[in-house]
């Protein structure tokens, strides 16, 4: 995790972007930041419990997870945001097994709140993909 953590604050500090607190570069940094120092507190006080390997339907649910996550991050500039981000909270609460009726319009609700918060009120540009006209 600590290795993991040191390369994603290398990615952070090499964005194009200033350390404004509503820029691209500042949150990643933060979050890297948090990252490093949680992996080095779990380097020194470990977990009391024994962790095991993942029987394998939460391997199934980690693996499909996982893939959606890459998929997202492959298609997310130029389908857009509030399509693959839907799909992928879909996903995952179809995954985790959450009632089927409430899958649609949570991920629906939940996403175009996103959008609106940081897009237009924060002014953070996601991308619209082919909802172009939004």
Same mark, same amino acid.
């Given at each position: #995790?600590? !290795?993991?953590?040191l390369v994603?604050c290398?990615s952070?500090?090499? $964005?194009?972007a200033?350390?404004?607190?509503?820029?691209?570069k500042f949150y990643?940094?933060?979050? @890297?930041?948090?990252?490093?120092?949680? @992996?080095?507190? $779990?380097?020194?006080?470990p977990s009391?419990?024994?962790?095991t390997w993942?029987? %394998?339907?939460n391997f199934q649910? !980690?693996?499909?997870?996982?893939i959606?996550?890459?998929?997202?991050?492959?298609v $997310?500039?130029?389908?857009?945001?509030?399509?693959?981000?839907? *799909?992928?909270?879909?996903?995952? #609460?179809?995954?985790?097994?959450?009632? &089927?009726? %409430?899958?649609?319009?949570?991920?629906l609700i939940?996403?175009?709140?996103?959008y609106?918060?940081?897009?237009?009120?924060l002014? &953070?540009?996601?991308?619209a993909? !082919? *909802?172009g006209?939004?």
């Amino acid at each position: #995790m600590l !290795i993991l953590s040191l390369v994603y604050c290398v990615s952070a500090l090499s $964005l194009d972007a200033d350390f404004n607190p509503v820029n691209e570069k500042f949150y990643p940094f933060v979050l @890297s930041v948090l990252m490093i120092l949680l @992996s080095v507190g $779990l380097m020194i006080w470990p977990s009391a419990q024994a962790t095991t390997w993942p029987n %394998w339907k939460n391997f199934q649910r !980690i693996a499909i997870t996982f893939i959606a996550i890459l998929l997202y991050s492959l298609v $997310l500039q130029k389908v857009g945001f509030i399509i693959s981000a839907g *799909l992928l909270m879909a996903i995952c #609460m179809w995954v985790f097994e959450a009632d &089927l009726k %409430w899958i649609a319009p949570t991920s629906l609700i939940i996403v175009v709140s996103f959008y609106v918060v940081f897009d237009r009120m924060l002014g &953070l540009n996601l991308p619209a993909g !082919i *909802l172009g006209f939004l």
